[in-house]
């Protein structure tokens, strides 16, 4: 048999399953080798010292326990015993749920969750694997559980239940209690109590604020067939709206690029209006701006960029057509809106407590523990701006899936007085006519810029380089070099221009 080093991973296949075989430290050790976010094969990934990144999306998992250590996905690896003398392996199980406890009757310490996204219920998880045996509460304006909002944008005539992280049985089972179609109105920090629209009063010892972004006011906003994509049933009439129609998108990032994919082949016109001159220009940068254009105008999407939305004109309570800054008209039956604002712009219990310190464009300003400026007020996902450690501790805005469930695990931890600060690296992905580009690190201010692969095949990475050091790594068709990235700046160990320029790929862990 094929024998393992240190560090060296390899499938194995057992039934109908398949194992991910690992030497480390000189111990043999076997987990499941699929990831437990959406399955892809570890063995593809890359291992470093005890742990494997996903290929994918970048989760993270310990070879040796199955533990997950970063997200996105959520749940654990099955680990099994490894004899070197006998090949006799049992696999009974692809996801393992780390072990958690529930609450203890007459314990009245109280953490209270205002949103329902991916921040409060990695917050929730973790307390109750942490054995916090409080009450733990979950306040939602959607009528849903938490689920995968980064499908939305990929899958629009999803169905509700095909998409929930986690099922009602989960929440009764570990004593976390959400309620749903509930929204806080007004916050009294020396009370500690949170009111809500039924005019509920509930009381909290620690309090955390994730509740999202929010999209567009111009006038003609509520018209009908104005849709923003916040939800399942958004994302359900969006797609049943949007068949032969002439659709207008605003906003060129992730959701804006993602829906106009998506929609090649369904509506008669697309329209894509955004307001920097290239796509993800902020983000991705100008180089993958340009290619991401190019493959949608091959698909006869139109770009309007540089320009923005001044108004929404209806006729008979419906939209006509969409006004722009620069004077052009454009005929729309569906505008969709992929812009995000902060949502303390929309949710009216930011107004009630002021000293709550927010940033010019009203998010929230949190510490590496992810605190606000007041006792016991934490905060995290789309609604923060917070210090991040790759980026020398810059106030950062990063509204993706990832960074907001690793901001509830920061959260959680502090509640529990276990000091913890945010230190992870920033890992996300888009899907762009069945393809996907993949996205770590931090590369606003990038100064220069490395390709491997030609765009045009469809075929590249770009490596981002700030003072002759990679600062951040976009992939297409390059896995897992992306992963590889990752793993290097979560170490803190520098990939330099000069290794980045060179064809010697040992740094990519490339055979």
């Not at 018209?223 to 969006?238: C, G, H, S």
């Not at 990038?446 to 990679?470: H, W």
Request: aromatic residues 8%.
């Amino acid at each position: 048999s094929e024998e393992l080093t240190e560090e060296v991973m390899m499938e194995v296949e057992v039934g109908r399953h398949t194992v991910l075989l690992a030497r480390t430290d000189g111990k043999y050790s076997a987990i499941g080798n699929q990831c437990t976010h959406y399955g892809a094969p570890l063995s593809k990934g890359v291992i470093t010292g005890h742990r494997v990144r996903c290929p994918w999306h970048g989760s993270c998992f310990n070879v040796q326990t199955g533990d997950l250590e970063e997200f996105p996905g959520i749940d654990c690896l099955p680990c099994h015993k490894v004899r070197t003398c006998d090949k006799t392996y049992s696999l009974r199980q692809q996801k393992r749920i780390k072990s958690m406890g529930k609450a203890e009757p007459g314990v009245t310490h109280t953490v209270l969750l205002l949103g329902g996204g991916a921040a409060s219920l990695i917050c929730a998880e973790i307390l109750r694997q942490e054995n916090f045996v409080g009450r733990i509460i979950m306040v939602t304006r959607d009528d849903l559980l938490p689920y995968d909002k980064t499908r939305l944008s990929k899958v629009m005539n999803v169905e509700s239940e095909t998409i929930l992280l986690r099922r009602a049985e989960f929440f009764h089972q570990y004593d976390i209690e959400v309620w749903l179609k509930k929204e806080a109105l007004s916050v009294d920090t020396d009370m500690k109590t949170v009111t809500f629209n039924d005019g509920s009063v509930q009381s909290y010892d620690h309090l955390l604020i994730s509740t999202g972004s929010k999209g567009l006011d111009v006038p003609g906003i509520k018209l009908d067939n104005v849709k923003m994509l916040e939800t399942p049933e958004d994302a359900r009439q969006i797609h049943a709206a949007c068949q032969g129609s002439n659709i207008v998108l605003v906003g060129t990032s992730f959701v804006g690029m993602e829906v106009a994919s998506y929609m090649i082949g369904k509506a008669s016109s697309i329209t894509v209006i955004g307001s920097s001159e290239l796509p993800y220009q902020n983000t991705l940068g100008r180089e993958i701006g340009r290619v991401t254009m190019t493959m949608l105008s091959e698909k006869d999407v139109k770009f309007y960029m540089n320009d923005s939305v001044i108004e929404v004109k209806g006729v008979n309570g419906k939209v006509k057509e969409v006004v722009l800054k620069s004077g052009t008209v454009i005929p729309a039956d569906v505008l969709i809106v992929g812009v995000g604002k902060c949502n303390a712009d929309f949710y009216p219990f930011f107004l009630s407590f002021p000293s709550l310190v927010m940033n010019a464009k009203n998010f929230v300003i949190v510490d590496k523990c992810m605190r606000t400026n007041v006792p016991d007020v934490f905060s995290g996902g789309d609604v923060v701006t917070f210090p991040l450690a790759m980026a020398n501790n810059r106030l950062v805005t990063i509204g993706h899936w990832q960074m907001a469930q690793a901001h509830g695990r920061i959260v959680a931890l502090n509640i529990l007085n276990k000091p913890s600060e945010l230190n992870s690296v920033p890992y996300y992905w888009t899907v762009l006519l069945g393809k996907t580009i993949r996205y770590t690190g931090y590369g606003e201010g990038y100064t220069d810029i490395v390709i491997k692969g030609r765009f045009e095949e469809r075929k590249f990475l770009a490596l981002y380089i700030k003072n002759d050091e990679v600062i951040a790594a976009a992939g297409l068709n390059y896995d897992p070099v992306v992963s590889a990235v990752a793993e290097r700046l979560a170490a803190g160990k520098v990939i330099t221009k000069k290794e980045a320029q060179s064809d010697d790929q040992s740094w990519q862990q490339l055979s």
